[in-house]
C-alpha cells in the first residue's frame, strides 16, 4: 500500500469546517483513498472513500485533486464529538485484507 | 445490526500465562480481522480470516499468537507465555466478503501484563 503523510495534529473550532490534509504522492492508480476515524477509547470508524472524483456523504466530504497526490477531508460543521484521531489510508478497493494504518492527525475541537 | 462485540474489555496477566480473546462479528460478514494497537500508534494488522480460512498472517503474529475462527462466525485469538511487550488494545474488525468498502471494529480487548 502507498504510504501517506498526514499532520499529527490540528485545531479546530465547533461549528467550523475541518479540513484534514492528507499527501499520498505514490498512490498507484488502483489505489482508492479511505479515510476512518478512531474516538478514545473505540474502534476505528470508517468515514468515507473515493478514486478521484470527490465525494460526499451524511459524515464529510472527500476532496481529491487532479493527480490524486493528495486529498482532504472536511467535516463541514465541526462539533465536539467529531475530536478523535483520522487516518488517511490508500489500498486498492476489494483488496479485502488490511488496512494500513500511518500516525493520523489527531482533530481537537474546541468550544 | 449489533455491531462487532469483544470479550473481555480489559484484561490484566501476569507474564507468563495465557490470555484468549474472543471476537463476535456482524452477523453475515465472512471476513473477520485483529489488529494490535499500542500507545499513541495506529492499529497494525495481524490476520485475517475468509470464514474459517486464515488467508493472511503479519510477521507481527509470532509463533506465541494463535488466532482461530472454526465455524466461520466468532473467532479467537491466544497468546501464549505472554511477555510485557505484548500489553496493547487488540482489535477485532468484520466485513462483507468482495466489494465490501469498510470494516466495522469492534471495542478492542485491552490487555495488561504486568
Known amino acids: 500500500d502507498a504510504k501517506t503523510t498526514q499532520p499529527p495534529s490540528m485545531d479546530c473550532a465547533e461549528g467550523r469546517a475541518a479540513n484534514l490534509p492528507c499527501n499520498h504522492s505514490t498512490i498507484s492508480g488502483n489505489e482508492y483513498v479511505y479515510w476512518y476515524r478512531q474516538i478514545h477509547s473505540q474502534g476505528p470508524q470508517y468515514i468515507i472513500h473515493?478514486?478521484?472524483n470527490n465525494e460526499t456523504n451524511e459524515m464529510a466530504s472527500l476532496i481529491i485533486t487532479e493527480d490524486r497526490k493528495s486529498s482532504t477531508l472536511i467535516l463541514p460543521h465541526a462539533t465536539l464529538r467529531d475530536t478523535a484521531v483520522y487516518y488517511c489510508i490508500v489500498r486498492p478497493y476489494n483488496a479485502g485484507n488490511m488496512l494500513t494504518f500511518g500516525g493520523g492527525t489527531r482533530l481537537m475541537v474546541k468550544p | 445490526d449489533t455491531g462487532v462485540s469483544q470479550d473481555p474489555r480489559h484484561k490484566i496477566t501476569k507474564r507468563g500465562q495465557n490470555v484468549t480473546f474472543r471476537c463476535d462479528p456482524i452477523?453475515?460478514?465472512?471476513?473477520l480481522y485483529w489488529y494490535r494497537q499500542t500507545l499513541g500508534q495506529g492499529p497494525e494488522f495481524l490476520t485475517y480470516?475468509?470464514?474459517?480460512?486464515?488467508?493472511?498472517k503479519s510477521r507481527l503474529l509470532s509463533d506465541r499468537f494463535s488466532a482461530e475462527r472454526p465455524k466461520g462466525s466468532f473467532s479467537t485469538l491466544e497468546i501464549q507465555r505472554t511477555e510485557q511487550g505484548d500489553s496493547a488494545m487488540y482489535l477485532c474488525?468484520?466485513?462483507?466478503?468482495?466489494?465490501?468498502?469498510?470494516?466495522?471494529f469492534g471495542p478492542g480487548t485491552r490487555l495488561t501484563v504486568t
Open positions: 480470516f475468509q470464514n474459517e480460512a486464515q488467508l493472511e
Open positions: 452477523s453475515e460478514h465472512n471476513r
Open positions: 474488525a468484520s466485513s462483507l466478503g468482495e466489494g465490501d468498502r469498510e470494516q466495522y
Open positions: 473515493g478514486l478521484k
